[in-house]
């Protein structure tokens, strides 16, 4: 059973850090691509970064630079360091597992969700 647990959300003022993580069971890691997704309020899912299993990334352009987003195959974790952060980054944050390298995933591989306000 794919079980995909997000933590480290929370409270940050604009301009701080956090760094989300995402464990990971149930399926075997290295063959998955990992993402990340998030969704504001009142607006729809959208696309953050993706991780393959050999470190090609992709991200969205509205994150890059700020964002990156990382994978321990061995902890079957993957992570998403977010600096810079502004109030428009502010949603509920999705750890994702899709067997293909794509920013639209139809995967039904999702995690619960972790809030990240950004607020001062």
């Known amino acids: 059973q794919v079980q995909l647990v997000e933590s480290g959300g929370g409270l940050v003022q604009p301009g701080g850090s956090l760094r989300l993580s995402c464990a990971a069971s149930?399926?075997?890691?290295?063959?998955?691509?990992m993402g990340w997704y998030r969704q504001a309020p009142g607006k729809q899912r959208e696309f953050v970064a993706i991780?393959?299993?050999?470190?090609?990334?992709k991200y969205a352009d509205s994150v890059k630079g700020r964002f990156t987003i990382s994978r321990d195959n061995a902890k079957n974790t993957v992570y998403l360091q977010m600096n810079s952060l502004n109030v428009e980054d502010t949603a509920v944050y999705y750890c994702?597992?899709?067997?293909?390298?794509?920013?639209?995933?139809?995967?039904?591989?999702w995690g619960q969700g972790t809030l990240v306000t950004v607020s001062s």
């Open positions: 994702n597992a899709d067997r293909l390298f794509t920013v639209a995933s139809r995967s039904d591989a």
């Open positions: 991780i393959s299993s050999n470190g090609r990334t």
């Open positions: 149930g399926f075997i890691f290295n063959f998955y691509v």
